[in-house]
């Protein structure tokens, strides 16, 4: 389940709600509500599954200080 970072949206969505797509600066996918950007991480699973994981650190894009 991912959560719209941004504050007055707020909608959330299954993965199959969402594309996830990469704009060059990471993982995301727009929220259908709002067209906010949320980033997201890949990961694999033992069994090969692909799982994405909402990064809430990173809340604009961009370069990112650490
Ligand atoms: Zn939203």
């Given at each position: 389940?991912?959560?719209c970072r941004n504050q007055s949206c707020g909608a959330?969505?299954?993965q199959s709600d969402v594309v996830i797509k990469?704009?060059?600066q990471g993982l995301l996918f727009r929220c259908?509500?709002?067209g906010?950007?949320?980033?997201v991480e890949r990961?694999?699973?033992?069994d090969g599954s692909v799982l994405y994981e909402q990064m809430e650190g990173r809340?604009?894009?961009?370069?990112?200080a650490e």
């Open positions: 389940m991912f959560t959330q969505w299954d990469n704009e060059g259908p509500m709002c906010a950007r949320n980033y990961f694999e699973g033992d809340p604009f894009p961009g370069p990112v």
